[in-house]
């Protein structure tokens, strides 16, 4: 192992609760298969143990048993509770890389997640806590929730679905918050996309075998931090 490496691990997955390594794992294989990029895990805080995983499936086209996959319902955290074997999540943690949408959070809610363990912000739908009060069953459900992972892995989080929303839809509101919040990021994001086009060294970043490598291999290019602070 490089020293490069060493030093990327340790301020990466390796000195995390080991949930994380489950749920990039589940993002990574997203990225590769082109899809936003979203791990998720849902785990019962009692002891740890990891109930659903889910990853985000919009662009799979085979259908696989007890997931959504193929259009836009194919989140990673819809993937999650959609393979639990139980009728609802009522006490459990939800760990995602990337911060719920509106979708997904409503459906905690629905299902009574307990908490929400996000990797990083989602600028486009961060915020949104003073609409939940409105309503006392949104109110009394809404989960509490742990600040975003610091440092270059966080920023990775964003930085995978920043692609597919560069690749996808380079003009809609999404991508301009981005830039707007995120502008170094949101330059690499480009820079990945426009590499699989015109052989750029960044080209073949999905063939890596996970985040670590990732991690590596972007560590120069990638913001330490947040760059505008929360949005
Ligand atoms: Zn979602």
């Known amino acids: ?10 301020a990466g997955i390796a000195g995390l609760d080991p949930i994380w390594r489950v749920v990039f794992d589940q993002a990574w294989l997203s990225w590769q298969q082109k899809n936003f990029g979203i791990g998720a895990a849902l785990v019962d805080p009692a002891d740890g143990s990891i ?21 836009m319902t194919a989140h990673a955290e819809m993937n999650a509770f959609a393979s639990l074997d ?8 939800l760990y995602t890389t990337l911060e719920p949408c509106l979708m997904c959070i409503g459906t905690a809610m629905q299902l009574k997640v307990a908490h929400v363990h996000a990797a990083q912000r989602d600028e486009f739908f961060h915020g949104m806590d003073a609409i939940w009060a409105q309503h006392e069953v949104t109110a009394s459900r809404y989960p509490t929730q742990s600040d975003p992972l610091p440092g270059r892995l966080g920023q990775l989080a964003r930085l995978l679905p920043l692609t597919y929303n560069l690749r996808h839809f380079p003009n809609m509101s999404a991508a301009a918050k981005a830039k707007h919040h995120r502008p170094q990021l949101t330059e690499l994001a480009q820079r990945i996309v426009d590499a699989e086009f015109n052989n750029d060294e960044l080209g073949n970043l999905r063939d890596l ?16 931090e947040d760059e505008v602070g929360p949005a």
Request: aromatic share 4%; hydrophobic share 35%.
């Open 1 to 10: 192992m490089t020293e490069r490496a060493e030093s990327t691990n340790t």
């Open 51 to 71: 109930v659903s995983v889910g990853r985000n499936r919009v662009l799979q086209e085979e259908p696989e048993l007890r997931t959504l996959s193929g259009n």
């Open 86 to 93: 139980r009728w609802n999540a009522e006490g459990l943690h």
């Open 209 to 224: 075998p996970n985040v670590d490598a990732a991690l590596v291999s972007l560590w120069d290019l990638l913001p330490e």
